[in-house]
């Protein structure tokens, strides 16, 4: 396994996402997608010349592709419409996979210099410190899909902004990192009908206290507000 600095890692991350903000503020509506292109090339250029053992996922990964080896999931701009649109609710995320398991992630919202990142059985941190999901036992604030970049949403479960979120549809691209955050802050993810969440699920359930457990007697393993 190739160990990783994640600090260097992260304070990439807030690099590239700075030079994003100012392109982002200083466009208008339906700009180009250069700019995505050039952060996304110059991060694969960067973690492959430092870590040259770890491969890139492309696109849809195959179940086989998925549990082998070590590889990186990467969305540059998770929320790529709103950022084309001038719209400020995009996300930076990057998963280390091992096995077909996350064990590295950081989601960052730069429009607010927020590093979201977990390490898997060492936790999750906020800004560098550590952090928790919400202990409520009955739900604030629930969000299904309306919040935009499901990465960040996930993100927002793990730091206790939301009680829960949940989605349909395969989006492990996306949500992988995610659930690894919600786990290592305390929180569980697992797919809507209570089953483990994984790469190619095709649905997630996070949340902190409520969880598919307390529902499964009504027949929903998952509560809809």
Partial sequence: MTAIDTEG???????????????????RPEADMDALRLAEERLRGELSALYPAIAWADGALSEAYAKHGEYWICDTVDGAQQFLRAIPNWSMSLTLMREGTPVFTAIYDA?????????????????????RVSERQQPHLVATRN??????????????RLDAFWQHGNDGY?????????????????QVDGQPYH???????????????????????????
């Fill in 111 to 131: 429009m607010h210099d927020e590093m979201f990142h977990a390490l898997c059985g060492h936790g999750a941190w906020y800004n560098s410190q550590p952090m």
């Fill in 147 to 160: 919040l935009g970049p499901a990465s960040l949403q996930l993100a927002y479960v793990a730091c206790g």
């Fill in 199 to 225: 790469l190619a699920s095709s649905s997630i359930a996070a949340s902190g206290q409520l969880h598919c457990s307390r529902y499964r007697s009504s027949g929903s393993a998952f509560p809809i507000y």
């Fill in 9 to 27: 890692v992260l304070e990439l991350l807030r690099e590239l996402g700075a030079g994003l903000c100012a392109t982002f503020w200083r466009s």
């Fill in 174 to 190: 996306h949500c992988v990192g995610g659930a690894l955050l919600v786990r290592e802050a305390g929180g569980v993810a697992t």
